[in-house]
C-alpha cells in the first residue's frame, strides 16, 4: 500500500458510525478500556456539527474508511496562535504499517504548514506504547518539556457517583 492510493478527506456528518467505531476500539487497544457508543456518539456528533469544537480525518482504500486522525485547537497566547492537537488516531488493524497514518499526518501538517494562525502540532501519548512513540518520532515529533496532569471530572470516582 502506498500513500498514493490512500485518499484523505475531512470527515461529515454521514460518518459518525466509522468515527465512533474507531475511538472505541481506539480506547479499548489503548487503554482497555470498554466504552459505550451511547456515551461517545454525542461527543462524535458536537465534532461534526461544529468545527470550532474540531474536526476529523479520514483515509479511504477504495470506499473503505480506513484510518482517522482528529484534530483540536488550544490557542496559545505566548504565541498568537493555536496549536493542533492531534487526537483520536485510529488505523484499521488489516491496513496498519502500510502508510495510512504517515497519510493522514503529513496532510494535517501539510494544513498546519499552511495556515498562519497554527503555532505547531501537539499530541499526547500513553507512555507505554512504544509503537506509536517510534512512529511519532520517525515523523519529526519531539518529546515535549512537559508533564501533563488532569482533573476529568467525567470520570465516576471523581465526580461523586
Do not use: K
Request: hydrophobic fraction near 40%; glycine fraction near 10%; charge should be negative.
Amino acid at each position: 500500500m502506498t500513500e498514493e492510493l490512500i485518499h484523505i478527506r475531512q470527515a461529515r456528518p454521514g460518518d459518525e458510525a466509522v468515527i465512533v467505531e474507531f475511538n472505541m476500539e481506539l480506547a479499548r487497544e489503548s487503554e482497555g478500556l470498554v466504552l459505550d457508543p451511547v456515551d461517545v456518539r454525542p461527543g462524535v456528533r458536537a465534532v461534526l456539527n461544529d468545527p470550532g469544537r474540531g474536526c476529523y480525518y479520514l483515509s479511504e482504500l477504495g470506499n473503505r474508511v480506513v484510518g482517522q486522525i482528529g484534530l483540536t485547537f488550544e490557542w496559545s497566547d505566548w504565541r498568537n496562535g493555536f496549536f493542533w492537537w492531534i487526537q483520536s488516531v485510529y488505523v484499521r488493524p488489516d491496513a496498519r504499517r502500510g502508510g495510512v497514518f504517515r497519510a493522514l499526518y503529513h496532510h494535517v501538517e501539510a494544513m498546519a504548514l499552511e495556515d498562519p494562525g497554527c503555532t505547531g502540532l501537539r499530541l499526547y501519548v500513553e507512555p507505554e506504547n512504544e509503537s506509536a512513540i517510534a512512529t511519532y518520532h520517525a515523523l519529526g515529533l519531539g518529546d515535549a518539556p512537559y508533564r501533563m496532569l488532569e482533573l476529568d471530572f467525567s470520570e465516576p470516582e471523581r465526580s461523586g457517583e
